[in-house]
């Protein structure tokens, strides 16, 4: 039976590349057959990212058979996964989130979720001596992975391991950081094709804060702009896609990895309650901006209450 590898619904670049990292690690040095499998379509950066190593995109898996096996990678929310997962024979989970709890197996399993940025850098890890045979392509796939969670080392999840980490993979490519990571950042800001509610679900969270079921969005961008140009249009779309999505609110966060700044959306006196009670800020308008705020899982997600 193949084993399918797989991230979170709305998938980025940890969730894109690290599914294929360990599908690749799993056939060619545990001679385990498996197969890399997206929940969704990858975003622009993690597009931009297997065009660039010539990676063909993995297959979208919207629905799996009962009883499919699988290792789950960058997450363990259920919310985030597909609606039968606790029917599929999960073998695996290798994440760097917090525990959500929820996720109920068929039998005692392997889990290693440490307190790394990036998914990828934990597979470095786990895979040991036997990292030193990856091809260039999966050093680079495990590189922009690195680079993407991390903001280039800007967010206040990366950790010295990640860093040191992500300078031996380009050292060993002959990449440098810098330019590499402003491809990637390029790539991630270009969203002008996507309609509101495809902007508002491509990268988000679903979390419970004060008994509010919450959409938690952030886009992080080096042009701002573009985005906060369309806030109008972006908070009128929140309505329809918190009902579709069955939440009570859509947050939306414009993260600024220049400025490291996000700018928070405000529609309404529950999100105007919610920043002033989460971020210490006095909201005066439809927006407000959080100097520093740049990491969902570390700084948004643990601060939220009303």
Not at 70 to 88: H, K
Not at 217 to 227: D, G, M, R
Request: a negative charge; charged letters at 25%.
């Amino acid at each position: 039976m193949t084993t399918l590898v797989f991230g979170h619904k709305s998938p980025d670049t940890d969730s894109t590349g690290s599914p294929i990292i360990w599908a690749w690690y799993l056939n060619e040095v545990k001679a385990t057959k498996a197969e890399a499998v997206l929940l969704g379509e990858p975003n622009t950066e993690a597009a931009f990212v297997l065009k660039h190593w010539d990676c063909p995109k993995p297959r979208i898996a919207t629905e799996m058979a009962d009883g499919t096996k699988a290792v789950i990678v960058d997450t363990n929310n259920p919310a985030e996964l597909p609606a039968n997962v606790n029917a599929l024979d999960v073998v695996a989970i290798i994440d760097h989130h917090k525990l959500v709890g929820g996720l109920e197996t068929k039998g005692p399993i392997d889990i290693t979720i440490r307190p790394l940025a990036c998914t990828a850098t934990l597979m470095h890890d786990l895979m040991g001596a036997d990292a030193a045979t990856m091809p260039k392509w999966v050093k680079g796939l495990m590189l922009s992975c690195i680079l993407s969670d991390t903001l280039e080392f800007r967010s206040p999840t990366t950790t010295a391991h990640d860093k040191a980490l992500a300078e031996a993979l380009a050292a060993d490519l002959g990449l440098s950081i810098a330019d590499y990571a402003a491809k990637l950042f390029e790539a991630k800001s270009d969203v002008g094709a996507f309609s509101d509610a495809e902007l508002l679900r491509m990268d988000s969270k679903e979390y419970t804060v004060a008994g509010k079921e919450l959409r938690v969005s952030v886009l992080e961008t080096t042009a701002p702009k573009v985005i906060l140009d369309r806030k109008a249009s972006l908070m009128n779309s929140m309505v329809g896609v918190a009902k579709e999505d069955g939440a009570d609110q859509v947050l939306l966060f414009v993260i600024d990895i220049l400025k490291e700044e996000a700018t928070l959306l405000v529609p309404n006196d529950l999100v105007k309650a919610l920043a002033e009670a989460s971020f210490g800020v006095k909201v005066t308008g439809d927006t407000v901006v959080i100097p520093g705020l740049m990491s969902r899982k570390k700084q948004i997600i643990p601060a939220l209450k009303l």
